[in-house]
Protein backbone atom coordinates (compact mmCIF):
# COMPACT_ATOMS: atom_id res chain seq x y z
CA UNK A 1 0.00 0.00 0.00
CA UNK A 2 1.34 3.62 -1.30
CA UNK A 3 -1.45 5.39 -1.57
CA UNK A 4 -1.33 6.57 2.46
CA UNK A 5 -0.27 10.06 1.10
CA UNK A 6 -2.07 12.54 -1.02
CA UNK A 7 -6.02 11.30 -0.11
CA UNK A 8 -6.16 10.17 3.46
CA UNK A 9 -9.45 10.08 4.22
CA UNK A 10 -10.91 12.24 6.97
CA UNK A 11 -11.82 10.54 10.39
CA UNK A 12 -15.30 9.52 10.42
CA UNK A 13 -16.14 11.44 13.28
CA UNK A 14 -14.78 15.19 13.85
CA UNK A 15 -12.27 15.72 16.66
CA UNK A 16 -14.95 18.12 18.27
CA UNK A 17 -17.57 15.86 18.15
CA UNK A 18 -15.36 12.57 19.48
CA UNK A 19 -14.18 15.17 22.01
CA UNK A 20 -17.47 15.80 23.51
CA UNK A 21 -18.55 11.90 22.83
CA UNK A 22 -15.73 11.27 25.69
CA UNK A 23 -17.59 13.94 28.34
CA UNK A 24 -20.95 12.93 27.20
CA UNK A 25 -19.49 9.17 28.52
CA UNK A 26 -19.07 10.51 31.62
CA UNK A 27 -22.68 11.88 31.89
CA UNK A 28 -24.46 9.09 30.65
CA UNK A 29 -25.66 7.98 34.19
CA UNK A 30 -25.16 11.63 35.90
CA UNK A 31 -26.55 9.87 39.06
CA UNK A 32 -22.99 8.93 40.63
CA UNK A 33 -21.24 12.59 39.01
CA UNK A 34 -24.04 14.99 39.14
CA UNK A 35 -27.28 14.52 41.30
CA UNK A 36 -25.56 12.31 44.20
CA UNK A 37 -23.55 15.03 45.35
CA UNK A 38 -26.00 17.45 45.80
CA UNK A 39 -28.53 15.27 47.34
CA UNK A 40 -25.67 14.09 49.49
CA UNK A 41 -24.46 17.81 50.46
CA UNK A 42 -28.38 19.10 51.31
CA UNK A 43 -28.51 16.38 53.44
CA UNK A 44 -25.28 17.17 55.51
CA UNK A 45 -26.48 20.41 55.43
CA UNK A 46 -29.75 19.69 56.80
CA UNK A 47 -28.01 17.78 59.75
CA UNK A 48 -25.42 20.73 60.30
CA UNK A 49 -28.57 22.93 60.78
CA UNK A 50 -30.15 20.74 63.16
CA UNK A 51 -26.86 20.33 65.04
CA UNK A 52 -26.70 24.31 65.31
CA UNK A 53 -30.22 24.36 66.28
CA UNK A 54 -30.01 21.90 69.18
CA UNK A 55 -27.03 24.20 70.29
CA UNK A 56 -28.88 27.22 70.17
CA UNK A 57 -32.01 26.21 71.49
CA UNK A 58 -29.61 25.05 74.86
CA UNK A 59 -26.93 27.67 74.76
CA UNK A 60 -29.88 30.53 74.10
CA UNK A 61 -28.22 33.96 74.46
CA UNK A 62 -25.03 33.41 75.61
CA UNK A 63 -23.86 32.16 72.04
CA UNK A 64 -21.24 33.69 70.81
CA UNK A 65 -22.09 35.80 67.48
CA UNK A 66 -19.51 33.78 64.97
CA UNK A 67 -20.30 30.49 66.46
CA UNK A 68 -21.48 28.81 63.65
CA UNK A 69 -19.19 29.87 61.01
CA UNK A 70 -16.71 27.22 60.65
CA UNK A 71 -18.43 24.79 59.05
CA UNK A 72 -16.76 22.11 56.97
CA UNK A 73 -19.66 20.36 55.71
CA UNK A 74 -19.24 21.87 52.22
CA UNK A 75 -15.22 20.36 51.71
CA UNK A 76 -16.50 16.83 51.72
CA UNK A 77 -17.84 17.57 48.08
CA UNK A 78 -14.11 18.34 46.96
CA UNK A 79 -12.93 15.63 48.33
CA UNK A 80 -15.78 13.53 46.77
CA UNK A 81 -15.24 14.73 43.30
CA UNK A 82 -11.75 13.50 43.71
CA UNK A 83 -12.50 10.32 44.61
CA UNK A 84 -15.22 10.62 41.39
CA UNK A 85 -12.04 11.09 39.42
CA UNK A 86 -9.81 8.67 40.25
CA UNK A 87 -12.59 6.25 39.45
CA UNK A 88 -13.50 7.97 36.33
CA UNK A 89 -9.74 7.52 35.04
CA UNK A 90 -10.03 4.09 35.95
CA UNK A 91 -13.17 2.88 35.07
CA UNK A 92 -13.42 5.03 31.82
CA UNK A 93 -9.83 4.98 30.34
CA UNK A 94 -10.65 1.22 29.29
CA UNK A 95 -13.94 1.54 28.42
CA UNK A 96 -13.65 4.84 26.29
CA UNK A 97 -10.51 3.27 24.21
CA UNK A 98 -12.46 -0.19 24.08
CA UNK A 99 -15.01 2.45 22.06
CA UNK A 100 -12.14 3.08 19.92
CA UNK A 101 -11.26 6.82 21.29
CA UNK A 102 -7.80 8.11 20.88
CA UNK A 103 -5.76 8.79 24.31
CA UNK A 104 -5.50 12.23 23.72
CA UNK A 105 -9.79 12.46 22.58
CA UNK A 106 -10.18 10.89 25.97
CA UNK A 107 -8.30 12.96 27.89
CA UNK A 108 -9.71 16.23 26.32
CA UNK A 109 -13.13 14.97 26.90
CA UNK A 110 -12.41 14.29 30.42
CA UNK A 111 -10.87 17.37 31.65
CA UNK A 112 -13.73 19.47 29.75
CA UNK A 113 -16.64 17.04 31.70
CA UNK A 114 -14.62 18.29 34.88
CA UNK A 115 -14.03 21.80 33.86
CA UNK A 116 -17.91 21.81 33.20
CA UNK A 117 -18.65 20.23 36.41
CA UNK A 118 -16.09 23.09 37.93
CA UNK A 119 -18.30 25.59 36.80
CA UNK A 120 -21.73 23.86 37.42
CA UNK A 121 -20.01 23.64 41.13
CA UNK A 122 -18.74 27.05 41.38
CA UNK A 123 -21.72 28.68 40.21
CA UNK A 124 -23.86 26.36 41.98
CA UNK A 125 -22.08 26.60 45.40
CA UNK A 126 -22.04 30.61 45.25
CA UNK A 127 -25.87 30.49 44.69
CA UNK A 128 -26.69 28.42 47.88
CA UNK A 129 -24.22 31.46 49.47
CA UNK A 130 -26.13 33.78 48.42
CA UNK A 131 -29.34 31.96 49.77
CA UNK A 132 -27.58 31.75 52.59
CA UNK A 133 -26.93 35.66 53.30
CA UNK A 134 -30.17 36.44 52.31
CA UNK A 135 -31.70 34.12 54.95
CA UNK A 136 -29.48 35.29 57.49
CA UNK A 137 -27.71 32.16 57.38
CA UNK A 138 -30.33 29.94 57.54
CA UNK A 139 -32.20 32.05 60.13
CA UNK A 140 -29.50 30.53 62.52
CA UNK A 141 -26.56 32.85 61.96
CA UNK A 142 -25.15 29.90 60.61
CA UNK A 143 -22.94 29.58 57.61
CA UNK A 144 -22.68 26.06 55.53
CA UNK A 145 -21.86 27.34 52.25
CA UNK A 146 -19.29 30.41 53.18
CA UNK A 147 -17.80 29.05 56.42
CA UNK A 148 -14.77 30.80 57.90
CA UNK A 149 -12.33 33.06 55.47
CA UNK A 150 -15.07 33.41 52.92
CA UNK A 151 -17.72 34.77 55.27
CA UNK A 152 -16.70 38.29 54.02
CA UNK A 153 -15.81 37.43 50.55
CA UNK A 154 -18.21 38.70 47.61
CA UNK A 155 -19.93 36.06 46.26
CA UNK A 156 -18.11 35.70 43.00
CA UNK A 157 -15.29 35.32 44.75
CA UNK A 158 -16.50 32.72 46.59
CA UNK A 159 -17.66 31.18 43.38
CA UNK A 160 -14.31 31.49 41.55
CA UNK A 161 -12.96 29.71 44.62
CA UNK A 162 -14.59 26.66 44.99
CA UNK A 163 -14.52 26.40 40.98
CA UNK A 164 -10.65 26.71 41.30
CA UNK A 165 -10.36 24.28 44.39
CA UNK A 166 -12.35 21.91 42.61
CA UNK A 167 -10.21 22.20 39.72
CA UNK A 168 -7.13 21.44 41.98
CA UNK A 169 -8.45 18.30 43.49
CA UNK A 170 -10.16 16.87 40.27
CA UNK A 171 -6.88 17.48 38.78
CA UNK A 172 -4.76 15.41 41.56
CA UNK A 173 -7.33 12.77 41.28
CA UNK A 174 -6.87 12.54 37.74
CA UNK A 175 -3.34 12.56 38.07
CA UNK A 176 -3.60 9.63 40.83
CA UNK A 177 -6.12 7.55 38.89
CA UNK A 178 -3.21 8.09 35.54
CA UNK A 179 -0.71 6.70 37.71
CA UNK A 180 -2.79 3.89 38.84
CA UNK A 181 -3.95 3.09 34.97
CA UNK A 182 -0.48 3.42 34.01
CA UNK A 183 1.38 1.74 36.37
CA UNK A 184 -1.34 -0.12 38.80
CA UNK A 185 -0.19 -0.32 42.57
CA UNK A 186 3.26 0.53 41.69
CA UNK A 187 1.69 3.89 40.26
CA UNK A 188 0.08 4.75 43.26
CA UNK A 189 3.56 4.33 45.62
CA UNK A 190 5.55 5.99 43.37
CA UNK A 191 2.81 9.12 43.93
CA UNK A 192 2.41 9.08 47.20
CA UNK A 193 6.12 8.61 48.04
CA UNK A 194 6.77 11.69 45.49
CA UNK A 195 3.86 13.19 47.17
CA UNK A 196 5.22 12.80 50.70
CA UNK A 197 8.82 13.96 49.61
CA UNK A 198 7.17 16.85 48.19
CA UNK A 199 5.29 17.57 51.48
CA UNK A 200 8.46 17.22 54.30
CA UNK A 201 10.15 19.34 51.50
CA UNK A 202 7.49 21.90 51.95
CA UNK A 203 7.21 21.62 55.52
CA UNK A 204 11.47 21.73 55.91
CA UNK A 205 11.24 25.30 54.02
CA UNK A 206 7.89 26.38 56.18
CA UNK A 207 10.15 25.48 59.51
CA UNK A 208 13.49 26.63 58.07
CA UNK A 209 11.70 30.32 57.27
CA UNK A 210 9.37 30.64 60.20
CA UNK A 211 6.36 29.78 57.78
CA UNK A 212 6.42 33.64 57.14
CA UNK A 213 6.51 33.82 53.60
CA UNK A 214 3.72 31.61 53.31
CA UNK A 215 1.83 33.25 55.83
CA UNK A 216 2.42 36.43 54.48
CA UNK A 217 1.35 35.07 51.07
CA UNK A 218 -1.77 34.27 52.37
CA UNK A 219 -2.75 36.84 54.50
CA UNK A 220 -0.85 39.57 52.53
CA UNK A 221 -3.47 38.44 48.94
CA UNK A 222 -6.53 38.65 48.50
CA UNK A 223 -8.62 35.25 48.98
CA UNK A 224 -9.02 35.60 44.62
CA UNK A 225 -5.39 35.73 44.12
CA UNK A 226 -4.26 33.24 46.15
CA UNK A 227 -7.05 30.95 44.55
CA UNK A 228 -5.57 32.04 41.26
CA UNK A 229 -2.43 30.92 41.93
CA UNK A 230 -3.78 27.38 42.14
CA UNK A 231 -4.92 27.61 38.33
CA UNK A 232 -1.33 27.32 36.84
CA UNK A 233 -0.31 24.76 39.56
CA UNK A 234 -4.14 22.64 38.62
CA UNK A 235 -2.85 22.85 34.73
CA UNK A 236 0.95 21.78 35.17
CA UNK A 237 -0.66 18.94 37.48
CA UNK A 238 -3.45 18.40 33.78
CA UNK A 239 -0.13 18.27 31.61
CA UNK A 240 1.63 15.97 33.48
CA UNK A 241 -1.67 13.41 33.53
CA UNK A 242 -1.98 13.79 29.55
CA UNK A 243 1.55 13.08 29.70
CA UNK A 244 1.43 9.42 31.49
CA UNK A 245 -2.20 8.75 29.53
CA UNK A 246 -0.75 8.90 26.19
CA UNK A 247 1.59 6.37 26.52
CA UNK A 248 -0.53 3.61 28.60
CA UNK A 249 -1.39 0.72 27.16
CA UNK A 250 -5.05 -0.72 27.76
CA UNK A 251 -4.34 -3.71 29.97
CA UNK A 252 -6.44 -7.11 31.35
CA UNK B 1 -8.12 -6.55 -2.70
CA UNK B 2 -6.50 -4.72 -0.27
CA UNK B 3 -4.68 -5.37 2.84
CA UNK B 4 -6.31 -3.91 5.96
CA UNK B 5 -4.19 -5.09 8.35
CA UNK B 6 -0.47 -5.12 7.73
CA UNK B 7 1.72 -6.85 10.52
CA UNK B 8 5.72 -6.62 9.95
CA UNK B 9 8.21 -8.10 12.85
CA UNK B 10 5.96 -7.29 15.05
CA UNK B 11 7.10 -8.01 18.13
CA UNK B 12 5.57 -7.33 22.22
CA UNK B 13 7.30 -8.00 25.37
CA UNK B 14 6.72 -8.01 28.79
CA UNK B 15 9.60 -8.38 31.08
CA UNK B 16 10.85 -11.77 29.81
CA UNK B 17 7.21 -13.04 28.64
CA UNK B 18 7.69 -12.76 25.06
CA UNK B 19 3.40 -12.39 24.26
CA UNK B 20 3.94 -11.83 20.51
CA UNK B 21 7.17 -12.19 18.71
CA UNK B 22 8.30 -11.37 14.99
CA UNK B 23 4.99 -11.61 13.69
CA UNK B 24 4.15 -11.08 10.06
CA UNK B 25 0.87 -11.28 7.98
CA UNK B 26 -1.40 -9.49 5.92
CA UNK B 27 -5.48 -9.21 6.27
CA UNK B 28 -7.13 -8.79 3.41
CA UNK B 29 -10.08 -6.47 3.19
CA UNK B 30 -13.48 -8.04 3.39
CA UNK B 31 -13.46 -11.63 4.92
CA UNK B 32 -13.79 -13.46 8.40
CA UNK B 33 -10.42 -14.29 10.08
CA UNK B 34 -10.18 -16.56 12.65
CA UNK B 35 -7.34 -16.17 14.92
CA UNK B 36 -7.16 -19.29 16.74
CA UNK B 37 -4.55 -20.37 19.39
CA UNK B 38 -4.55 -21.74 23.20
CA UNK B 39 -4.76 -19.66 26.32
CA UNK B 40 -2.05 -17.36 26.49
CA UNK B 41 -1.42 -17.50 23.12
CA UNK B 42 -0.85 -14.09 22.07
CA UNK B 43 -4.68 -13.26 20.51
CA UNK B 44 -5.20 -10.60 22.51
CA UNK B 45 -2.18 -9.08 22.81
CA UNK B 46 -2.18 -8.97 18.95
CA UNK B 47 -5.29 -7.69 18.66
CA UNK B 48 -4.43 -4.82 21.49
CA UNK B 49 -1.40 -3.77 18.79
CA UNK B 50 -3.65 -4.29 15.74
CA UNK B 51 -6.14 -1.30 17.13
CA UNK B 52 -3.21 0.61 19.13
CA UNK B 53 -4.65 -0.53 22.65
CA UNK B 54 -0.76 -1.57 23.33
CA UNK B 55 2.35 -0.06 21.88
CA UNK B 56 4.66 -3.09 19.82
CA UNK B 57 8.41 -3.09 21.15
CA UNK B 58 9.27 -3.74 17.79
CA UNK B 59 8.08 -3.89 14.65
CA UNK B 60 5.18 -2.23 13.13
CA UNK B 61 1.44 -2.98 12.32
CA UNK B 62 -0.54 -0.97 9.56
CA UNK B 63 -4.24 -0.81 9.74
CA UNK B 64 -5.80 0.90 6.67
CA UNK B 65 -2.44 1.29 5.57
CA UNK B 66 -1.38 3.26 8.65
CA UNK B 67 -0.48 3.18 12.34
CA UNK B 68 -3.16 2.65 14.58
CA UNK B 69 -1.67 4.25 17.53
CA UNK B 70 -3.60 7.31 18.37
CA UNK B 71 -5.09 7.34 14.95
CA UNK B 72 -8.88 8.62 14.67
CA UNK B 73 -8.54 7.79 10.62
CA UNK B 74 -8.55 4.15 11.55
CA UNK B 75 -10.29 4.47 15.04
CA UNK B 76 -13.13 5.36 14.12
CA UNK B 77 -13.49 2.61 11.06
CA UNK B 78 -12.78 0.00 13.80
CA UNK B 79 -14.49 -1.68 16.42
CA UNK B 80 -12.49 -4.07 18.90
CA UNK B 81 -15.05 -6.33 21.44
CA UNK B 82 -13.19 -8.50 23.68
CA UNK B 83 -14.26 -10.32 26.49
CA UNK B 84 -12.05 -8.83 29.10
CA UNK B 85 -13.98 -5.40 28.05
CA UNK B 86 -14.21 -2.93 31.19
CA UNK B 87 -17.81 -0.66 32.01
CA UNK B 88 -18.17 2.15 34.12
CA UNK B 89 -19.21 1.35 37.48
CA UNK B 90 -22.46 2.84 37.16
CA UNK B 91 -23.31 1.34 33.86
CA UNK B 92 -26.72 -0.20 32.64
CA UNK B 93 -26.80 -2.54 29.53
CA UNK B 94 -28.81 0.50 27.97
CA UNK B 95 -25.96 3.22 28.88
CA UNK B 96 -23.63 0.87 26.92
CA UNK B 97 -26.31 0.93 23.76
CA UNK B 98 -26.69 4.34 24.37
CA UNK B 99 -23.66 5.84 24.20
CA UNK B 100 -22.68 3.14 21.28
CA UNK B 101 -23.48 5.18 18.48
CA UNK B 102 -21.52 8.45 19.13
CA UNK B 103 -18.35 5.92 19.05
CA UNK B 104 -19.12 3.85 15.86
CA UNK B 105 -20.77 6.01 12.72
CA UNK B 106 -22.75 2.49 11.32
CA UNK B 107 -23.99 1.65 14.42
CA UNK B 108 -27.90 0.58 13.36
CA UNK B 109 -29.19 0.99 16.25
CA UNK B 110 -32.66 -1.07 15.14
CA UNK B 111 -30.50 -4.01 14.59
CA UNK B 112 -28.82 -3.78 18.31
CA UNK B 113 -32.85 -3.72 19.30
CA UNK B 114 -33.39 -6.80 17.36
CA UNK B 115 -30.16 -8.53 18.53
CA UNK B 116 -31.08 -7.45 22.75
CA UNK B 117 -34.62 -9.48 21.76
CA UNK B 118 -32.77 -12.11 20.54
CA UNK B 119 -30.10 -12.67 23.36
CA UNK B 120 -33.09 -11.76 25.92
CA UNK B 121 -30.39 -9.13 27.30
CA UNK B 122 -31.89 -7.35 30.59
CA UNK B 123 -30.46 -3.75 29.14
CA UNK B 124 -31.92 -2.21 32.89
CA UNK B 125 -29.57 -4.13 34.60
CA UNK B 126 -26.11 -2.89 36.04
CA UNK B 127 -23.21 -4.33 33.76
CA UNK B 128 -21.18 -4.87 36.59
CA UNK B 129 -23.92 -7.35 38.15
CA UNK B 130 -24.47 -9.15 34.64
CA UNK B 131 -23.43 -12.74 34.24
CA UNK B 132 -20.76 -13.68 32.02
CA UNK B 133 -22.61 -14.69 29.47
CA UNK B 134 -24.94 -11.55 29.28
CA UNK B 135 -21.91 -9.31 28.94
CA UNK B 136 -20.47 -11.58 26.40
CA UNK B 137 -23.96 -10.72 24.52
CA UNK B 138 -23.77 -7.15 25.18
CA UNK B 139 -20.19 -7.01 23.26
CA UNK B 140 -21.53 -9.09 21.12
CA UNK B 141 -24.34 -6.71 20.09
CA UNK B 142 -22.03 -3.74 20.10
CA UNK B 143 -19.66 -5.56 18.15
CA UNK B 144 -22.35 -6.51 15.47
CA UNK B 145 -24.39 -3.44 15.22
CA UNK B 146 -21.57 -1.35 14.67
CA UNK B 147 -20.63 -2.69 11.36
CA UNK B 148 -17.03 -1.30 11.69
CA UNK B 149 -15.50 -1.54 8.70
CA UNK B 150 -12.86 -3.66 10.65
CA UNK B 151 -14.71 -5.68 13.27
CA UNK B 152 -12.11 -7.60 15.94
CA UNK B 153 -13.72 -10.00 18.03
CA UNK B 154 -11.98 -11.20 21.27
CA UNK B 155 -13.94 -14.77 22.50
CA UNK B 156 -17.00 -12.39 22.17
CA UNK B 157 -18.72 -15.37 23.27
CA UNK B 158 -17.25 -16.47 26.42
CA UNK B 159 -19.62 -17.43 29.51
CA UNK B 160 -22.51 -17.54 26.07
CA UNK B 161 -24.51 -21.55 25.87
CA UNK B 162 -24.61 -23.22 22.84
CA UNK B 163 -27.97 -22.27 22.16
CA UNK B 164 -26.26 -18.28 21.98
CA UNK B 165 -22.85 -19.31 20.43
CA UNK B 166 -25.35 -20.17 17.37
CA UNK B 167 -27.51 -17.07 17.14
CA UNK B 168 -24.56 -15.40 17.17
CA UNK B 169 -22.86 -16.95 14.40
CA UNK B 170 -25.84 -16.67 12.78
CA UNK B 171 -26.46 -12.98 12.91
CA UNK B 172 -22.82 -12.03 12.55
CA UNK B 173 -23.02 -14.16 9.10
CA UNK B 174 -26.57 -12.38 8.49
CA UNK B 175 -25.22 -9.15 9.10
CA UNK B 176 -21.86 -10.03 7.13
CA UNK B 177 -24.15 -11.15 4.15
CA UNK B 178 -25.60 -7.88 3.79
CA UNK B 179 -22.85 -5.46 4.70
CA UNK B 180 -19.58 -6.90 3.80
CA UNK B 181 -16.49 -6.02 6.00
CA UNK B 182 -13.87 -7.53 7.62
CA UNK B 183 -13.67 -9.50 10.60
CA UNK B 184 -11.43 -10.62 12.86
CA UNK B 185 -12.78 -13.52 15.39
CA UNK B 186 -10.24 -14.83 17.86
CA UNK B 187 -11.40 -17.80 19.45
CA UNK B 188 -10.63 -21.44 20.84
CA UNK B 189 -13.99 -22.89 19.90
CA UNK B 190 -12.48 -24.13 16.13
CA UNK B 191 -14.88 -26.27 15.21
CA UNK B 192 -17.87 -24.35 15.92
CA UNK B 193 -16.82 -21.24 14.46
CA UNK B 194 -14.67 -23.46 11.57
CA UNK B 195 -17.55 -22.68 8.84
CA UNK B 196 -17.49 -19.20 9.43
CA UNK B 197 -13.93 -18.58 8.29
CA UNK B 198 -12.69 -17.85 4.99
CA UNK B 199 -8.99 -17.57 6.61
CA UNK B 200 -7.16 -18.98 9.25
CA UNK B 201 -4.03 -17.49 11.15
CA UNK B 202 -2.88 -19.60 13.87
CA UNK B 203 -1.12 -18.02 16.59
CA UNK B 204 1.02 -20.31 19.41
CA UNK B 205 3.60 -19.28 21.28
CA UNK B 206 3.79 -15.65 20.53
CA UNK B 207 4.23 -17.20 16.83
CA UNK B 208 2.35 -17.69 13.54
CA UNK B 209 1.95 -21.32 13.06
CA UNK B 210 -0.48 -20.87 10.75
CA UNK B 211 -1.62 -18.32 7.77
CA UNK B 212 -3.69 -20.05 5.69
CA UNK B 213 -7.14 -20.03 3.37
CA UNK B 214 -9.38 -22.57 5.80
CA UNK B 215 -10.70 -24.61 2.42
CA UNK B 216 -7.01 -24.87 1.74
CA UNK B 217 -5.64 -25.95 4.90
CA UNK B 218 -8.74 -28.14 5.63
CA UNK B 219 -7.37 -30.70 2.40
CA UNK B 220 -4.12 -30.41 3.51
CA UNK B 221 -4.69 -33.28 5.81
CA UNK B 222 -6.62 -36.71 6.25
CA UNK B 223 -7.31 -39.07 8.89
CA UNK B 224 -7.14 -42.59 7.59
CA UNK B 225 -8.97 -45.71 9.72
CA UNK B 226 -8.46 -49.36 9.66
CA UNK B 227 -6.73 -52.25 10.36
CA UNK B 228 -3.24 -51.58 12.14
CA UNK B 229 -1.35 -53.64 9.48
CA UNK B 230 -3.40 -52.02 6.37
CA UNK B 231 -2.23 -48.88 8.12
CA UNK B 232 0.71 -49.68 7.96
CA UNK B 233 1.67 -50.77 4.83
CA UNK B 234 -0.09 -48.35 2.94
CA UNK B 235 1.63 -45.35 5.18
CA UNK B 236 5.26 -46.59 4.41
CA UNK B 237 7.59 -43.25 5.18
CA UNK B 238 4.92 -40.28 5.00
CA UNK B 239 5.21 -38.13 7.62
CA UNK B 240 2.46 -38.59 10.54
CA UNK B 241 1.21 -36.02 12.46
CA UNK B 242 -0.81 -37.84 14.80
CA UNK B 243 -1.48 -41.50 14.91
CA UNK B 244 -3.73 -43.53 17.57
CA UNK B 245 -3.95 -47.23 18.12
CA UNK B 246 -6.62 -49.23 19.48
CA UNK B 247 -6.16 -52.92 19.80
CA UNK B 248 -5.39 -54.39 15.99
CA UNK B 249 -7.79 -51.04 14.90
CA UNK B 250 -5.28 -47.49 13.58
CA UNK B 251 -5.69 -43.89 12.72
CA UNK B 252 -3.46 -41.87 11.19
CA UNK B 253 -3.33 -38.62 10.21
CA UNK B 254 -1.32 -37.41 7.47
CA UNK B 255 -0.59 -34.44 5.30
CA UNK B 256 -0.22 -34.18 1.78
CA UNK B 257 -2.59 -37.20 0.16
CA UNK B 258 -3.53 -36.74 -3.74
CA UNK B 259 -6.42 -37.56 -4.68
CA UNK B 260 -4.94 -40.64 -6.42
CA UNK B 261 -3.59 -41.53 -2.59
CA UNK B 262 -6.74 -41.27 -1.31
CA UNK B 263 -8.22 -43.57 -3.95
CA UNK B 264 -5.96 -45.44 -3.25
CA UNK B 265 -6.94 -46.10 0.14
CA UNK B 266 -10.36 -46.33 -0.11
CA UNK B 267 -9.74 -49.48 -2.38
CA UNK B 268 -7.29 -50.78 0.73
CA UNK B 269 -9.95 -50.67 2.74
CA UNK B 270 -9.24 -47.91 4.62
CA UNK B 271 -11.65 -44.98 5.67
CA UNK B 272 -10.56 -41.50 4.76
CA UNK B 273 -11.82 -38.39 5.76
CA UNK B 274 -11.31 -34.43 5.85
CA UNK B 275 -8.76 -33.62 9.35
CA UNK B 276 -11.25 -30.90 10.98
CA UNK B 277 -9.48 -27.92 11.36
CA UNK B 278 -9.74 -28.08 15.29
CA UNK B 279 -7.69 -31.93 14.74
CA UNK B 280 -4.94 -29.80 12.66
CA UNK B 281 -4.66 -27.11 15.16
CA UNK B 282 -4.55 -29.30 18.03
CA UNK B 283 -1.81 -31.60 16.36
CA UNK B 284 0.01 -28.52 15.57
CA UNK B 285 0.07 -26.54 18.33
CA UNK B 286 1.69 -29.54 20.48
CA UNK B 287 -1.25 -31.34 21.15
CA UNK B 288 -0.64 -34.93 21.95
CA UNK B 289 0.81 -36.18 18.84
CA UNK B 290 0.85 -39.87 19.18
CA UNK B 291 -1.36 -41.95 21.77
CA UNK B 292 -1.45 -45.45 22.18
CA UNK B 293 -3.09 -47.78 24.00
CA UNK B 294 -2.58 -51.85 23.70
CA UNK B 295 -5.68 -53.78 24.33
CA UNK B 296 -5.94 -56.16 26.97
Known amino acids: MTAVDAARPEALIPTRTRVLNVARLHAANPWPTVILPWIVLLGVHALTWSIWAIISHYAGPSLEPDAFRYAGGVSWLVIYMMIIAIQAMNATFRFALGFASTRRDYYLGTVGFFSVMAVVYGVGLALLAGVERLTDGWGMDGSFYAPAYLYDEPLVVVGFHFFALYLLFVGLGSLTGAMFVRWKAMGLYAFFGAFSLLLVAFIWWGTDTGWSPLASFLTGNPLAVVMAWTLPVTVAIGAIGFLIIRRTPVRG | ?296
Open chain 2, 1 to 296: MTAIIEATGLTRRFGDVHAVEDVSFVIEEGAICGLLGRNGAGKTTLMNLVTGQDFPSAGKVRVLGEDPVENARVLTRTCFIKESQSYPDAYRGRHVLATAPHFFPHFDADLARRLVDDFDLPVDRMVKKMSRGQRSALGAIVGIASRAELTLLDEPYAGLDAVARHLFYDRLLEDYAAHPRTIVLSTHLIDEAADLLDRVLVIHGGRIEIDADADELRGTASTLVGRAADIEAFVGTREVIARERIGGIASVTVEGLTAEDKARAASSGLEVSPVSLQQLIVRRTGGAPTHEEVAR
